[in-house]
């Protein structure tokens, strides 16, 4: 198993600002993943970050609004740039299970809730 | 990945079984059915996962129907602790990206 870590786990922010939120875990991952979770829907995934490259963006979003780093095998960041009320969601990062027992599981850090006023 | 169908909704007595029925009917030889939870304001929490075979962990046990089609997941004794939101995934198991398409999943609650 991971256990993963993120920062902030909630916030409130105006409008126009942006904010980075971060998640760092406790083994080498080679891919970490970033979900939003808009009010009373399902995860929806943002990105995939690779050590070492640019991440890659699912449909409908771009590196301008979410940008993302990943420096190390531990850790990385999402930024939520320009926000507005719509970007009010809670931010998930995720990482795979290693080990053969553990492929294929996601296992997610606890969120960070933002608030977009 | 396959789409899965689930209700949104179920109800069930603490201390009874949940039996939680998942849609797959596209899924592909190669598609592995994983489970998540998420109780509210947490992180999705992985449940159990198999391919073909009925499977049994601590947590819960997954049938699987001889076509593939659809499957259940069963939570033995349900607890008040197991409200949340389940969700039943398909995918390739270790593919590159271990992308997950979550549905909406079913609300489960547990009554007293």
């Known amino acids: 198993s991971a256990v993963i870590s993120q920062k902030p786990s909630r916030d409130i922010c105006q409008r126009g600002t942006s904010l980075t939120i971060q998640c760092q875990v406790d083994?080498?991952?080679?891919?970490m993943f970033w979900y939003r979770q808009q009010p009373g829907q399902s995860l929806t995934l943002i990105a995939t970050?690779?050590?070492?490259?640019?991440?890659?963006?699912e449909s409908g979003f771009v590196i301008d609004k979410f940008p993302i780093s990943r420096p190390n095998l531990t850790f990385s960041t999402l930024t939520v740039s320009n926000m507005s009320p719509e970007d009010s969601s809670i931010y998930l990062c995720?990482?795979?299970?290693?080990?053969?027992?553990?492929?294929?599981?996601?296992?997610f850090g606890e969120g960070s809730r933002l608030t977009v006023l | 990945d396959a789409k899965t169908t689930q209700p949104p909704s179920m109800d069930c007595a603490e201390g009874r079984a949940a039996n939680l029925p998942c849609n797959h009917s596209?899924?592909?030889?190669?598609?592995?059915v994983y489970w998540y939870r998420q109780i509210h304001s947490q992180g999705p929490q992985y449940i159990i996962h198999g391919l073909k075979n009925n499977e049994t962990n601590e947590m819960a046990s997954l049938i699987i129907t001889e076509d593939r089609k659809s499957s259940t997941l069963i939570l033995p004794h349900a607890t008040l602790r197991d409200t949340a939101v389940y969700y039943c995934?398909?995918?390739?198991?270790?593919?590159?990206?271990?992308?997950?398409?979550f549905g909406e999943g079913t609300q489960l609650t547990v009554n007293p």
């Open positions: 995720s990482v795979e299970g290693r080990g053969q027992r553990h492929t294929g599981e996601l296992f």
């Open positions: 995934i398909v995918r390739v198991k270790g593919t590159s990206g271990s992308r997950l398409t």
């Open positions: 970050a690779n050590q070492g490259s640019e991440a890659t963006y």
């Open positions: 596209t899924i592909s030889g190669n598609e592995y």
């Open positions: 083994s080498q991952v080679t891919m």
